[in-house]
DNA sequence: AAATCTTCTTGAACTGGATTAACTTGTCGG
DNA sequence: CCGACAAGTTAATCCAGTTCAAGAAGATTT
């Protein structure tokens, strides 16, 4: 499959675009590849776009008071991923977003989405469902912190998540699911012998 | 001003509807008046309606395993309010919505809704933005809860919103910001003694 | 205005998870 | 294939926030 193959398929899934307006579309995305390590996402800066992840595994966090970081999101095949509070706003980001493995993104910036989804219905209704997608997600974590125990939510989320899991290092994990690396150490250990 | 003329400006401030879409749009809704400790969102039944607050005080909140009460949203004059995950995705509720004052809510049903924003460019701009606003606000809450101590959640609940933390009751505020209420007490009178 | 229920307070004992620190194992560029 | 740094482990100690318990202060109903 070529690489707008992909996401032609997240949007037929989600919403109905036409030839025409799927063509259109991914003309105005352009891919690019991002080495390990590589930032797309930096403090201060406004960013520019937002990334539909081809392949590979990117990582959003923050830093905290004490420079602990902290895990917003993953993306790897198949997701989305920026810092949604500063992009939407176009606001100077507080996030870092770095690609943990090589990958390859199709990005599109800020005024061509905007232009998009003026110009046509089909677009706008695209993003109004990746807005309420992301939302419910966020609204689901919100909740899995304030109802669940560490060990609960590493469990829920290797149930959920598996193949994220299985990709990402443990200090990223632990630090999504809001605790630390020697925590989460001594729960996998645990979770081994029973 | 009239009820609906509170949610016009809401819409206003955010896009823009022309006089004659502003008042088909507004057909859609229907006026409630709900009476304090009354439900209008139950576990186990689909949520039928979004609700916009025209006036006063409504808290929506999950119920833990071990019983305990965790509050997800307020909302008060002038926000919307539904149980998320289930209203977009048309599933049983996990939540309880109820209002902690008598209130007055406007409300849209699903397939109203869907009808509309299929109809109109306009509608689904404003739904849009409405998701991307639950998002981004959702993303924040992630981050603090990553990120902060209870004390500084509190401190920076009080400062963002003053309104709300004067209007709801102190057990409600505590599971909101993820803390018990003896802790979020115990803190108030450091607060007064500092 | 007494009775009942709901919310808030206070203090003592306890614990899930953090911190610190030292060590082991991976990984990869040269 | 080695040197260096990044990632993961283990164990001792510590603390922010919970739990339990009992009472005080507001609300609401009769």
Redesign the interface.
Known sequence: MSTTGQLQQHILRRTHFSEVELAEFFTAFRQVRVKKRQFIVQPEFVPKHRFYVVQGCLRAY?I??EGQE?T?QFAIDDWWITD??SY??QQPA?MFIMALEDSIVLQIDYETEQRL?QQC?AY??Y??IL??T???H??????T???KTAEQRYEMFLERYPDVAAKVPQYALA?YL?MTTEYLSKLRHKRLKS
């Open positions: 923050v905290g008071d902290h917003i949604y509070n939407i706003y507080s989804k219905h706008e209704t993003f109004r807005a309420e992301t939302a419910a966020m609204a689901r974590r919100v909740i912190n304030l109802t630090s809001g």
